[in-house]
């Protein structure tokens, strides 16, 4: 099958996205519900701590990631079936109407941990569904050639939730206990809604990329709901007869479908290998290796507390840097470079000689990481079809939010054993290993920003 290249439509009235009101009501949205979920993670382990162990705490928080790794894929699915826009509608009321009868069920009694766990369970349950579709909003709300400037705004929403909803969460629970935080998280995530209603869907080119896998079926390459809910909202679609058939289709063919047009992509397969390996290699030491370098280093929590801005507010000069900018020429290229130096940054903290020195490395390594995966985002969202965002997104998710955490245990074991130095080395390595396929790949190396 030869794709046809069909150039994105820009419309008289297009501005900037971090000046069009539609975008900037989608960021709010998405601002509201990223400082609500901040909230609601430090309700739910200030309740779990008072309602039991430890252990039985640290339970609590973690059974709400197995349905998020199981069903994701199957998110991405639900997501590029319905339109992302309804499933990111859904699931937040979903979510905030769960919060709210928690936090309700909070002031009249005291449940105990099972009504925790339970809210744990279906908040996974949700965000396997809510992730993919949040990943293939943006495309719904801008242009192409704005999607690397929404990537830096939406960079700087996570920063701002970050920084914002602890204390948020802090000051609910000095006020009214776990109750009043997870109210406080509800509402939140219930300013989302209204907003997310509110905002105007794009008509989308079916077809943007001329590097699609030949064998995946012209009528689900071209239809299915990704247009559709365009079509629905802004007009009738061109496509209509392939959108039919491709309705028709089973969720197990769409999972299916999405997985072979991921493997057979030039672009998209290495570059998810390449996110893959930075993610392992970076989250391990940025967790638990820092902790465990702050107590050997005789930092103490405050001195991680200013390794850790250092690197927040690195993070956020890149965000804020393809914010202002839009587009970075040679993407690929800088992407490479970025991985490959913030890898050596990332060895280096390691062997910082003082706290002063360990906090510009983190600086360093907060710029470079900030930039690259800002710049990796941007070549997804630009570089998938349309209808297939979804899945593409419940890939990525997976490998960030389902493989990396499993560094963590094992970067703990091997400090133990070999001490922070070498283990910080190796994972610098695996994390360089991305720049490198990145490098080897010629199609992602020389991938570009749309204009």
């Known amino acids: 099958m030869t794709a046809t290249l069909i150039p994105p439509v820009h419309a008289a009235a297009d501005k900037p996205a971090h000046r069009d009101s539609n975008v900037l009501r989608w960021l709010g949205a998405y601002t509201a519900s990223m400082v609500g979920d901040n909230v609601y993670y430090l309700a739910l382990s200030w309740a779990a701590v008072q309602a039991g162990t430890p252990s039985q705490a640290g339970l609590v928080m973690a059974v709400s990631a197995v349905p998020r790794a199981l069903l994701m894929l199957g998110g991405g699915v639900v997501a590029d079936r319905f339109g992302p826009r309804r499933v990111v509608i859904g699931s937040d009321a979903v979510r905030c109407a769960a919060v709210l009868t928690v936090a309700a069920l909070l002031f009249a009694a005291s449940p105990g941990l099972w009504l925790l766990a339970l809210l744990a369970v279906l908040f996974g349950t949700v965000d396997a569904v809510f992730m993919p579709a949040v990943g293939a909003l943006p495309a719904r709300v801008t242009g192409r050639d704005q999607l690397a400037r929404v990537q830096g705004m939406r960079g700087l929403a996570i920063r701002f939730a970050n920084v914002v909803g602890a204390p948020l969460g802090g000051l609910g629970v000095a006020l009214g ?172 903290l390691a062997y910082a000689p003082s706290l002063v020195a360990a906090v510009g490395t983190a600086l360093l390594v907060g710029l470079l990481a900030g930039l690259s995966g800002a710049l990796c985002g941007a070549l997804l969202q630009t570089q998938a079809d349309p209808a297939y965002l979804g899945r593409v997104s419940s890939v990525a998710g997976i490998v960030s939010l389902g493989f990396a955490p499993l560094s963590m245990p094992l970067s703990a074991a091997a400090i133990g054993w070999w001490g922070t130095g070498p283990v910080f080395v190796t994972s610098a390595t695996v994390c360089g290993l991305g720049g490198v396929v990145v490098l080897c790949s010629g199609p992602l190396r020389r991938a570009q920003l749309p204009r």
Not at 210 to 239: K, N, R
């Open 177 to 348: 206990g776990a109750a009043a935080a997870f109210g406080l998280a509800g509402l939140l995530i219930a300013v989302s809604v209204p907003l997310l209603v509110s905002v105007r869907m794009r008509d989308l080119p079916t077809d943007v990329r001329t590097d699609l896998p030949t064998d995946v079926p012209t009528d689900v390459e071209v239809g299915g709901e990704a247009g559709g809910e365009a079509g629905g909202e802004a007009g009738p679609h061109p496509m209509g007869a392939a959108q039919d058939t491709a309705c028709r289709a089973t969720p197990w063919q769409d999972l299916r479908d999405g997985l072979r047009y991921l493997r057979g992509h030039r672009v998209l397969a290495p570059l998810l290998v390449a996110i893959a390996l930075g993610d392992l290699g970076f989250v391990g030491p940025l967790n638990v290796g820092l902790t465990l370098l702050a107590e050997q280093r005789g930092w103490g929590a405050s001195g991680m507390g200013w390794v850790l801005s250092g690197f927040g507010a690195g993070a956020g000069v890149a965000a804020l840097l393809l914010t202002v900018r839009g587009r970075l020429p040679h993407a690929g290229r800088v992407a490479a470079a970025s991985i490959l130096a913030g890898s050596v940054a990332i060895g280096a």
